[in-house]
């Protein structure tokens, strides 16, 4: 069931049909109150969007402890960066756009099932830590213009398969990310909003960043003002993986081909290393000095991934060309097409544009066989856990 608190009862009808099942609704805060305490069950409240700011905030305050199963999600005209500080501060799941139905039924739907890992015990160790089970897969290039952010976007839908695994797609490239373009998506809510409250986030106020993109696949989306890159730093980067882990089945993190702290926050919180080049002198060499370097950083050579994309026989390379060199066996070879192209100019990707093209085919092959088994704890994550695990 859920318990609507919306003063203009014609605005109440319309949320309540839209919302659909059991709605309850409620004119003023102390109905709410009321309708609260007859269930001591119900597991969603949603503010409607005449209700004030304030009330929200000290409801969900009131009720974030003595209540965790119960999600507060906040209906504005609005998304303003200081309320949404403000409601995740106090423990408000979700603030939605109300002229975006589908924004505000996937808001409540993820309230609904956080509520119910909550009361099954889903998603939390003895402690009350989250339990870090996904993988992080990071999605990296040495080289600018190898294809990374059509992999990295294509693996997380392939992954996701239709809603069966959840999948985080992470836009680490925090001053020119492209992942919001190549999916149409608004970059309303960025990774941005997590700097305000960098020091206490948790998965509630991370549910609120995230754009839902298709059934089983969130995107957080790289800043809007690239400047805004110089405020996140490397342990809020690490703190939002290792919360990812905790939600999703899969982490994908597409990065900026630039060695920087936010990318090797990504690194060391990875089980494997999806390294992507083509077949390129320029790109070759570049990967060549990358896997040497990861050598020194004593990333494990069993969790790196050489991905060929564009792979094409009429260049004269072959294969085996670039195994030499490189000196590493190529995962996955990405075939070159034109409708590569095409579909990232429509803004669909190509697995959901042409789900049977070869490239679909190579990138559910790499999913599949490379990516869908038991992850091993990175090199990162071990130091994390141990730091957690003292506090």
Known sequence: MTILYEPSRQVAQHFAMLVGGDVRTAGSLGEAHALLEEDPDEQLVLFGPNTPV????????????????????LLRHQLEVGVLADAIRSGVREVADVN???????ACARSQD???RLNSGGGRAQGGEPTADG????VYSAKGGCGKTMIATNLAITLAAGGAKRVCLIDLDLTLGDV????QLQPER??????????RIDETGLRTMVSPYCPGVDALLAPVVPTVAEQINRELITEILY?????YDYVIVDTPPIFNDHVLAALDSSHLYLLVATP????????RILLDTFDVLDYRKENRLVVLNRADPRLGVTPADIERVLRIPITSHIPVSRDVSVSINRGVPIVLDSPTHPVSDAIRQLATKRIGAEPSTPKGLKSLMSRRTKR
């Open 190 to 199: 960025t990774i941005a909003d997590a700097v305000p409250v960098a020091d």
């Open 243 to 247: 919360l990812t882990r905790s939600m």
């Open 135 to 138: 993988k992080v897969v990071t």
């Open 280 to 287: 390129a002198v320029t790109a070759m060499k570049n990967l």
């Open 114 to 116: 956080l509520s119910r």
């Open 100 to 106: 975006d139905p589908t924004s505000i039924l996937a």
């Open 54 to 73: 304030l009330e929200a905030v000290g409801f969900a305050a009131k009720f974030r402890l003595s209540r965790p199963s119960l999600g507060v999600v």
């Open 180 to 183: 919001a373009l190549m999916l």
